[in-house]
């Protein structure tokens, strides 16, 4: 669920502090992203929210929300409804974000 070796990565590359602000600022923008992804105007706003959400989450280490949001993606990419991959990613952000929080990573 999450990379515990790319938040080490990221804690060395930046320090702890950083980390932290880099951690808030991903989890306040995850959840901002998030809620503009349900109400979507069409695939293509989808498709954008999508790939931002996926680099983020992959570049803090939320790997298993980083290939949700990459299959999403190619399913806005084709039209398909993203509401459902919108349920899947919010489900694993959430947990994820609890263990992150659990492990004090903040």
Same mark, same amino acid.
């Given at each position: @669920? =999450?990379?515990w070796? !790319? =938040? !080490?990565?990221?804690?060395e590359?930046?320090?702890?502090e950083?980390f932290?602000e880099?951690?808030?600022?991903?989890l306040?923008?995850?959840?901002a992203?998030l809620?503009?992804?349900?109400?979507?105007?069409?695939a293509?706003?989808?498709?954008?929210?999508l790939? &931002?959400l996926?680099? &983020?989450?992959?570049n803090?280490?939320? %790997?298993? @929300?980083g290939?949700m949001? !990459?299959?999403g993606?190619?399913?806005?990419a084709?039209?398909?409804g993203?509401?459902?991959?919108?349920a899947?990613?919010a489900?694993t952000y959430?947990? &994820?974000k609890a263990?992150l929080l &659990?492990a004090? %990573?903040l």
């Amino acid at each position: @669920m =999450i990379s515990w070796e !790319r =938040i !080490r990565e990221l804690k060395e590359e930046v320090g702890e502090e950083d980390f932290a602000e880099i951690a808030t600022l991903f989890l306040d923008e995850t959840e901002a992203a998030l809620a503009q992804l349900l109400s979507a105007a069409d695939a293509d706003e989808a498709e954008a929210l999508l790939h &931002s959400l996926k680099g &983020s989450a992959l570049n803090l280490g939320f %790997e298993d @929300m980083g290939l949700m949001c !990459r299959e999403g993606r190619a399913r806005a990419a084709y039209g398909h409804g993203w509401a459902e991959e919108h349920a899947r990613i919010a489900r694993t952000y959430e947990a &994820s974000k609890a263990l992150l929080l &659990s492990a004090g %990573e903040l």
